[in-house]
C-alpha cells in the first residue's frame, strides 16, 4: 500500500503519493517525504512549491507566470535544485532575467558608488568636512539641491559660450586688420628675417603710401609691406570674452580642487585630467600671446602648447558626466565593447576583402592603390557615400551594391545589442532618479517638520 505524503506549505495543503515523486537529484522534496511520517511544515511560499511539486510529479519545472525569477531562483536554491533543470521555455526567460540582473547591478556599482569622492563616513563629524561635503555636491551632483542645478545650468552655459567664443575666432569675417601699433610690432620681430634697411624702409610706408613708379625696388620690402597688410587678427571683444571665460574656468577649478574631498580620486576620471589639460593650454596661450606678442599674427613653434584649447570642449564632458544619459552610455560603450570589437573586426576584413576586389576590377585613374580602394569600402560600407570615388565598370558596380548592402547588414545585426542595453539600462538609470528625487523630498519635509517641531 502506497504512503501519502502531506506538505503544509505556509497553510496551503498538497497530499501526494509517495510514489508518484521522482527522485530528482539532490532533491530535498522526495528526503523530507520519505523521512516524515505526520504532516510536513514548510513555511516557504507555496506558489514556487506548487511548481516544484509538480516538477517532481512529471520531470518539467516550469517558472509560476507570477513569480519573480530572482525569487524563484532562491526557491529552488532552497530546495535544492539546478536552474539549469527548468525547462528551455523557461530557462531562456530565466537566463535574460538573470543577464538583465547582472547588467544592472554592474551598473549601479559604477554608476552610482556608495563610496564615491564626495560621501564622507562615520569619522568624518568636523565642521570643515561636512560643510566641504555639501559644497562639493553641489559642484559635482546636480540633483542634490536647487543650488546645484543652477551652478549645473551656469556651467554648461559658460562651457558652451567658451566652445563657441573659439569657433566664431576661426571666422574670417570677425577678424580685422593690424593697427599701426600692432603692425610695427610686428616689423620688430622681422628684422631677423628681412634686415633692418628693409624693416626701416617699411617702416617709413607705413607713415605714408609708397612712391609709384621705381621706388619698391626691393622684392622683399614689397613682399613684407603687402604681408603686414594682409595679416589680421580676431575682433578685441571675442578676445575679452574668451580672457574672462577663461578667469571663470580658472576659479573654478580651483574652488573644485580646494572642495574636493579626495584629489586622487578626483584625477583617477580621465575627464578631470583632460579639464585641467584644456585649462592649462588656455592659460598657456594667453601667457604666451602677452610674453611672444607675434604668437597673435602667425604661427611659430609654441603654437603646439597653445593648441591645447582645443580641449575646451571636453569641459561638456565633466559638465553632464553625471547626467543619467551620459552615465548610461559610457556604461554601454564599455560593457558594449566585446561586440564593439567584433563588429570593427568584421567591418575590417570586409574592407580588405572589397579594397583588394575593387583595385582589380577598375583602371588606376579610378583606383590608383589599394589604400584608396580601403577608403572607398569604408566609405560605402557605412553608407556615407562622399562620391569622390566611383566605380566605372559594371563589375565594379555590381561590387558596390554588394559592399553598400553588406555595410548596411553588419550594422543592423550588431547596433541592436546596443540599443537593448540601453534601453534597459536608461529606464534602471530613471527609476533610480526617481527613487533618488522622492527621497530627498521625503528627507527635506522630514528635516523642516523636525525644524518647526523644535521653535515651536
Known sequence: MSRR?????????????????????????????????????????SDSFEAILAYHQTGELHIPQNTCPCAFKTEIEFYGIESTNLAPCCFYKYSNFMNNQSTL??????????????????????????????????????????????????????????VFNLILSTLGSLHRPLNAVEKYEVLGYERA??????????????????????????????????????????????????????????????????????????????VNVLDTVALIGSLSGILMNNIWSIQRY??????????????????????????????????VLVTGFSELSVMLSFLCVSVLIFSNLIFYLEDRETMPDILTGCWWSVVTM????????????????????????????????????FVNTFVLVYNYAKLQSSVFSTKTTKRRSKDSYHKLTEES
Open 382 to 417: 557605412t553608407t556615407v557615400g562622399f562620391g569622390d570615388i566611383v566605380p566605372r565598370s559594371i563589375l565594379g558596380r555590381i561590387l558596390g551594391m554588394v559592399c553598400a548592402v553588406s555595410g548596411v547588414v553588419l550594422i543592423a545585426v550588431t547596433i541592436p545589442i
Open 105 to 162: 547591478e554592474e551598473f549601479r556599482q559604477r554608476a552610482f558608488p556608495r563610496n564615491d569622492i564626495g560621501e564622507i563616513d562615520g569619522s568624518q563629524k568636523t565642521r570643515w568636512r561636512r560643510f566641504r561635503s555639501r559644497i562639493w555636491r553641489i559642484l559635482d551632483d546636480h540633483n542634490s539641491s536647487v543650488m546645484a542645478k543652477v551652478y549645473f545650468v551656469a556651467s554648461a552655459s559658460l562651457v558652451l559660450l567658451s
Open 5 to 45: 505524503a502531506v506538505f503544509n506549505v505556509s497553510g496551503k495543503k498538497f497530499e501526494v503519493d509517495q510514489c508518484s515523486l521522482l527522485k530528482i537529484g539532490t532533491s530535498k522534496v522526495q528526503d523530507m517525504a520519505q523521512q516524515s511520517e505526520s504532516e510536513i511544515f514548510i513555511n516557504r511560499p
Open 193 to 270: 628675417s628681412y634686415g633692418d634697411d628693409c624693416v626701416d624702409l617699411v617702416s617709413g610706408w607705413l607713415h605714408e603710401k609708397p612712391m609709384q613708379g621705381g621706388e619698391i625696388l626691393n622684392m622683399n620690402c614689397s613682399q613684407l609691406y603687402t604681408n603686414l597688410n594682409n595679416k589680421t587678427v580676431t575682433l578685441d571683444i571675442l578676445w575679452y570674452i574668451d580672457v574672462c571665460l577663461l578667469c571663470i574656468f580658472a576659479v573654478e577649478f580651483v574652488i573644485r580642487i580646494v572642495f574636493c574631498p579626495s584629489l586622487k580620486e578626483y584625477f583617477k576620471c580621465f
Open 298 to 331: 602667425e604661427w611659430n613653434e609654441y603654437d603646439t602648447i597653445s593648441n591645447l584649447q582645443v580641449l575646451r570642449a571636453v569641459r561638456l564632458l565633466r559638465v553632464i558626466k553625471n547626467l543619467d544619459s551620459s552615465k548610461v552610455m559610457s556604461f
